[in-house]
């Protein structure tokens, strides 16, 4: 399994490199203060970050709802558990 992941790593490393290699053109990068010119390999993988960060920002708001949901659940389940433990334990009444 070591030997996998480390496959894997070294791979991802070679393919980091070869684009890096294969987009090192320097590209004029406009922000609202100015401006500035970097490799597109650093726009393009700058990009790709900033887009998986606000994707696990956007996620997080509904992921803590659901955590929030499933602790409220499982306190209820305990509850009901118990009510039903409880109602077991009492003797029957004869008629």
């Known amino acids: 399994m ?11 490393m070679m393919v980091g490199a070869a684009f890096t290699v294969l987009n090192a053109e ?16 650093v726009i393009l993988i700058g990009t790709l970050g900033l ?4 994707g696990i920002l956007s996620g997080m708001n509904t992921m ?8 409220i ?3 209820r389940s305990r509850l009901v558990d118990e009510e039903v433990k ?3 334990s009492l003797p029957l009444k004869d008629q």
């Not at 320097?26 to 100015?34: A, D, Q, S, T």
């Not at 887009?51 to 606000?54: D, Q, V």
């Not at 803590?64 to 602790?71: A, C, D, F, Q």
């Open 2 to 12: 070591r030997f996998l992941k480390l496959l894997f790593f070294i791979l991802a």
């Open 26 to 41: 320097p590209v004029l990068f406009n922000y609202y203060f100015g401006s500035r010119e970097l490799p597109l390999s």
């Open 51 to 54: 887009g998986i960060f606000l």
């Open 64 to 71: 803590l709802g659901l955590k929030r949901k499933n602790s």
């Open 73 to 75: 659940l499982r306190r």
């Open 86 to 88: 409880n109602l077991r």
